[in-house]
DNA sequence: TTGCTCCTCACGTCACGTGAGGTGGC
DNA sequence: TTGCTCCTCACGTCACGTGAGGTGGC
């Protein structure tokens, strides 16, 4: 019994700034489930669970820079329950991340202005 | 007339968190210069400067994810003296990005927070 | 029936990793 | 001379991209 909203693997590519060819190697390498009904050639149907599922995978691949095996253990270890410790421990990776953007912004900043003032002094 | 202060690649590699592989990978694409007068075979040499320059490449190619080919036109551009506007897109860049950490962060804590007060109402 | 998106191979690509076999400097 | 790091091929790998050829649903 499918819910109503299905939705095929281009809307999700769509919805989570992906392409369909990504979503099939993640399900390959077991990162996102393959549905157990599924005829062999038919169409993945997905629902609006597995996008925000998705979304919240690609973005901590992104923010933090892990390869999909990492990710991988990291999901499946949350589901487990482990759920706090692992909180924190994305919480300092993200901060640290953080952090490094911040100097790195603020290096801009001085760069900016040092580009800046040796315009003036050419005129 | 080499500077007194060469560094070999492995040097150059454990300081800025790479590999030596890695250095001679970007040097073949183009992204490092190749030094002009080195004999085919013979080690390659670097000094506290180039340390600096591919410590700013790999801190733009990580905290931006850009690829390579990105990166090294947009260090070319830097170089050409439209260095100014390039600051204002890297600040743009890099202000969106901290902004999704931030974001990630608060969904974090905000999860963090559900997932106590859950442990709380078990006992 | 016509487009469109989907499907499964399967080979290509980017950014390196990893030996194989050999040479150079403290 | 002995280790160590370096060198150059050259093939392997990860995370997909990109056709080739074919099938399914509004």
Known sequence: VKS???LRIGQV?????TTPRTNR?????????RAPGREPGS???YE???VERLRELLSLKDLLG??????????????????????????ELIRRRR??????EDELIAK???????LRSIH
Chains 1, 2 share one sequence.
Do not use: V
Not at 25 to 33: A, C, D, K, S, V
Not at 67 to 91: C, K, N, P, V
Not at 112 to 118: E, L, Q, V
């Open 99 to 104: 952090k490094e953007l911040e100097r790195l």
């Open 66 to 91: 892990i390869s999909l095996d990492e990710l991988r253990e990291l999901a499946a270890a949350e589901s487990a329950r482990e759920a706090i410790g692992h909180i924190e421990r994305q919480l």
């Open 43 to 45: 169409h993945r149907l």
């Open 112 to 118: 900016r202005r040092r580009a800046r003032s040796r």
């Open 13 to 17: 590519a769509e919805r989570t700034g």
């Open 25 to 33: 190697y993640y399900e390959e390498i077991g990162l996102l489930p």
């Open 4 to 6: 109503e909203r299905a």
């Open 48 to 50: 609006e669970n597995d």
